[in-house]
């Protein structure tokens, strides 16, 4: 069954510690997006890849640090420079990079600060 | 700066009362309006994507439409299932970059 998959659902960070969120797909899908969200705001884009081995920052990266060493992988590193980490990240997918096809996707990672 | 306001920011309605949601964009070459559903704890559900001022797009009892200002989410005869927040994101520029209003919480009540 096709579709992106994060882990994982719930994180919690220590003060001064950095964590990563997995986000896998088996779409086959170029170009992967890493949000964030936050109560009564709109989703923001924390970074971009839309193809292997590159990636773009988005409106928020700062405190944030990603990779894209395989096409089905882009995991987010949140690091301690982040200083207000606590939101649902959700990651997304589409089959191309450049066009006009909807995002997918995955049912999120919540974190929070201990 | 691209902009997507969504109205009302929560809306609760009986079963079987029908209305719409709201969807306005200031935007520089609109490529595409998408409408999400997103229940809590789960990411966004893909609904329907419009392409250009007079398009329509029908599922169950959802009717999305689309001017060249806004865009609404028309619910024909609510159910309680169909109770969750719904997003509306336009893309424009070259890199599938979505922008993303802050969504109408609805409610459907027996």
């Known amino acids: 069954d096709g579709g992106i998959t994060q882990s994982p659902k719930y994180l919690f960070r220590k003060e001064g510690q950095n964590v990563t969120l997995s986000c896998e797909q088996n779409?086959?899908?170029?170009?992967m997006y890493w949000y964030r969200q936050d109560p009564g705001q709109g989703l923001r884009l924390i970074y971009y890849?839309?193809?292997?081995?590159?990636?773009q920052k988005g409106d928020i990266a700062e405190g944030y640090s990603v990779s894209r060493e395989k096409k089905e992988s882009f995991p987010l590193t949140v690091t301690s420079a982040q200083k207000n980490p606590t939101a649902f990240y959700l990651c997304?997918?589409?089959?191309?990079?450049?066009?006009?096809?909807?995002?997918?996707f995955g049912d999120g990672t919540r974190l929070s600060i201990l | 700066e691209d902009q997507v306001t969504q109205s009302p920011e929560a809306l609760r309605l009986q079963e079987g009362e029908s209305s719409s949601l709201n969807c306005s964009y200031t935007?520089?070459?609109?490529?595409?309006l998408f409408w999400y559903r997103q229940d809590p704890g789960k990411g966004p559900e893909f609904l329907f994507t419009?392409?250009?001022a007079g398009e329509e797009k029908e599922k169950e009892r959802l009717k999305a439409t689309l001017t060249k200002k806004e865009s609404f989410l028309h619910i024909t005869a609510p159910k309680p299932e169909d109770s969750a927040t719904y997003l509306c994101?336009?893309?424009?520029?070259?890199?599938?970059?979505?922008?993303f209003g802050t969504g109408t919480r609805l409610q459907v009540t027996l």
């Open positions: 997304a997918s589409t089959e191309r990079s450049v066009g006009n096809q909807p995002q997918h």
């Open positions: 779409l086959n899908h170029d170009a």
């Open positions: 890849s839309q193809i292997v081995n590159d990636f």
């Open positions: 935007v520089s070459g609109l490529r595409g």
């Open positions: 419009l392409y250009s």
């Open positions: 994101a336009v893309i424009t520029g070259t890199a599938s970059k979505l922008t």
